[in-house]
């Protein structure tokens, strides 16, 4: 799946690893970005947007994908390019991603903090609102995040310029 | 894996402080909540959580936060954090968090923000 999706990265080097579907393992893959991302020239904000980005799609494949099965495998694959670093997080669900996945709204603190929601979607809400570019992409043999970073942000979509949210 | 979050009670009834280090994951719902349950038990009507020494915290870290947020309600206890770094401050604004537990650059300005004693 990572080569057939690393089409964009003619001629990059292309970092890829398999990690356990176990909790703790977002962390270490956070760490990892920070110090490829450092090596490219990320500013520090930038880096701390990908960490958090990166650890909340792992942890999404590590649960929702992977059902927490230390049997199924999390492959991430990092491609740095000139301007940006393209990050794939690839769990081996065969149910696709639902079809509104990209658009829900998160739940409002209130109904968290009322304990009338079972916290779900904020991590989605703030991948989205940290990268310059997220898509999702079911493949039938797993589910596949494939976010881009901007060395230099791009202004105009708002990407690592965290959006108020309504929680009126 | 292993729970990477250190937890540090300092000061004394009523106003004390948890002070985290090292990462606020899932795997961290016993570190903190244990910490919680201590200083509770210990008399805390106000309670501190301080996280400048708070490397990574995903949504499932904040979620822990949420958790004690939902028990300082029903005790009626104070809660406020301090010491987020920027990026941490940002996302816990945009949530919503700071509706529930005001936030402070540190334990200093947080203190200072209680009703004086009458």
Same mark, same amino acid.
């Given at each position: 799946v990572v080569s057939r999706l690393a089409f964009h990265a003619s001629g990059a080097t292309t970092i890829d690893l398999g990690i356990p579907s176990e909790f703790g393992w977002e962390a270490a893959v956070a760490d990892l970005v920070r110090s490829i991302a450092r090596r490219m020239g990320f500013a520090p904000d930038r880096i701390d947007d990908m960490r958090t980005a990166l650890g909340e799609a792992v942890t999404n494949a590590i649960?929702? =994908?992977? =059902? /927490?099965? +230390?049997?199924k495998r999390v492959q991430v694959a990092f491609i740095p390019e000139e301007t940006s670093l393209r990050i794939l997080v690839m769990d081996e669900s065969p149910i696709p991603f639902p079809p509104d996945l990209g658009e829900r709204k998160p739940p409002s603190i209130h109904d968290l903090v009322a304990g /009338?929601?079972? =916290? +779900?979607g904020w991590g989605t809400y703030l991948i989205r609102a940290l990268v310059d570019e997220i898509s999702f992409l079911s493949t039938g043999r797993g589910n596949v995040v494939q976010m881009v970073v901007r060395l230099r942000p791009d202004v105009e979509s708002g990407a690592g310029q965290l959006r108020d949210w309504p929680n009126e | 894996m292993r729970d990477l979050l250190e937890t540090r009670i300092l000061g004394e009834p009523p106003v004390m402080t948890i002070e985290l280090r090292g990462q606020l994951t899932v795997l961290a719902e016993e570190s903190l909540l244990g910490a919680y349950r201590d200083v509770t038990s210990r008399g805390a009507q106000t309670v501190v959580l301080e996280?400048?020494?708070?490397?990574f915290m995903p949504t499932g870290g904040i979620a822990l936060v949420i958790r004690i947020i939902q028990q300082t309600r029903a005790t009626k206890q104070r809660l406020f954090c301090v010491g987020l770094i920027l990026h941490y401050r940002k996302i816990f604004a945009m949530m919503g968090m700071d509706q529930y537990a005001p936030l402070f650059d540190t334990v200093a300005e947080a203190l200072a923000s209680l009703p004086s004693p009458a």
């Amino acid at each position: 799946v990572v080569s057939r999706l690393a089409f964009h990265a003619s001629g990059a080097t292309t970092i890829d690893l398999g990690i356990p579907s176990e909790f703790g393992w977002e962390a270490a893959v956070a760490d990892l970005v920070r110090s490829i991302a450092r090596r490219m020239g990320f500013a520090p904000d930038r880096i701390d947007d990908m960490r958090t980005a990166l650890g909340e799609a792992v942890t999404n494949a590590i649960e929702h =994908g992977n =059902g /927490q099965d +230390r049997s199924k495998r999390v492959q991430v694959a990092f491609i740095p390019e000139e301007t940006s670093l393209r990050i794939l997080v690839m769990d081996e669900s065969p149910i696709p991603f639902p079809p509104d996945l990209g658009e829900r709204k998160p739940p409002s603190i209130h109904d968290l903090v009322a304990g /009338q929601s079972p =916290g +779900r979607g904020w991590g989605t809400y703030l991948i989205r609102a940290l990268v310059d570019e997220i898509s999702f992409l079911s493949t039938g043999r797993g589910n596949v995040v494939q976010m881009v970073v901007r060395l230099r942000p791009d202004v105009e979509s708002g990407a690592g310029q965290l959006r108020d949210w309504p929680n009126e | 894996m292993r729970d990477l979050l250190e937890t540090r009670i300092l000061g004394e009834p009523p106003v004390m402080t948890i002070e985290l280090r090292g990462q606020l994951t899932v795997l961290a719902e016993e570190s903190l909540l244990g910490a919680y349950r201590d200083v509770t038990s210990r008399g805390a009507q106000t309670v501190v959580l301080e996280f400048s020494g708070v490397d990574f915290m995903p949504t499932g870290g904040i979620a822990l936060v949420i958790r004690i947020i939902q028990q300082t309600r029903a005790t009626k206890q104070r809660l406020f954090c301090v010491g987020l770094i920027l990026h941490y401050r940002k996302i816990f604004a945009m949530m919503g968090m700071d509706q529930y537990a005001p936030l402070f650059d540190t334990v200093a300005e947080a203190l200072a923000s209680l009703p004086s004693p009458a």
